[in-house]
């Protein structure tokens, strides 16, 4: 998706989070497609631009102690990411030059902070080594507003990897947040997110974050990754076994000895599980097979299509209730 999508996007889901406005009279058209291309110019026009205004207005800069930021809520990116050897770059352009662009903070309302951090987390950790103060915005945001803002920024710069892109949809959607806004805190569509948080469900976070942000590593081949990992019955134990005696390999080499890892042991296609049959009320409805690629449903024929529709609709709460179930039994 081009930066100017991702904008139209950004700009969408902010303005139904706020109020509102008296909308000027536009002269009916019978054209809906003329309608909607409008539309879009016209959020473009009021919201498109809303990152770089912000950042522009100097009389929002301030200089704050980075210990009186708090940290986010939901990271983007792998531990690891704001130690000192990772921001070294940063530092020493803010160390030559000052902290040329600020960063946005938020008023917070817990007790370890008065601020929250919403996008500049690098830079935070940079000047809080070099023990100077925090450039910063400072903007009262809605939790929404602040995960949008939060992606945004990252992903105008392209600036995540892919899998940590992942981790921070499943992240976001743990919390609670709704489809659309993480689909504007990542600029892309639902389609695209739905493929993101099956992997991101599919392999541990700890397995993740052992293997790393893996930068060159694109959407193929982890989803190439998941579908091994589906099929390697004890692949999370190898892979953290291999990981922990590879201490010495980079983002690059990691994916690779995990990969390895996973097909090492990997039983033949022939020992894959059974098909599995679905009952209800002593009727057999469905059955699911499994294959390397994946695991794949069968509706009987009997089935009443309208039965297949109502399930349809209802799998995005479905998958949600799936993932909290699993997030509350982890924790216990």
Known sequence: ?????????????????????AAPSVKPTSSPHLLKVAAGVRQIQEKGEALDRLLKDADHVVDVDPIDVAPSSIPDRFDGAYDEAAVEEIAASIRERGQIVPGLIRPFKGDSAPYQIVFGRRRLAAVKMLGLKFRAIVRELSDEEAIIFQGEENASRNDLSFIEKCAFALSQEQAGYRRDVICASLATGKSHLSEMLRIATAIPRDV???????????????????????????????IRQALGQDRHGGPKDRFAVALAALKSEAGPASSLKAATEIRANGFLIATVSHAKSG??????????????????????SLHSEFVQSTQRNSKG
């Open 1 to 21: 998706m081009s930066r100017k999508d991702s904008r139209g996007m950004f700009a969408n889901v902010l303005g139904q989070l706020e109020q509102p406005s």
């Open 208 to 238: 993740l974050v052992q293997i790393g942000p893996s930068p060159e590593i694109g959407r193929r081949r982890w989803i190439d990754f998941a579908d091994a990992f589906a099929a390697s019955p004890g692949g999370a134990d190898r």
């Open 295 to 316: 695991s794949k449903i069968s509706f009987n024929k009997a089935v009443a299509p309208s039965f297949i529709d109502f399930l349809n609709d209802r799998m995005e």
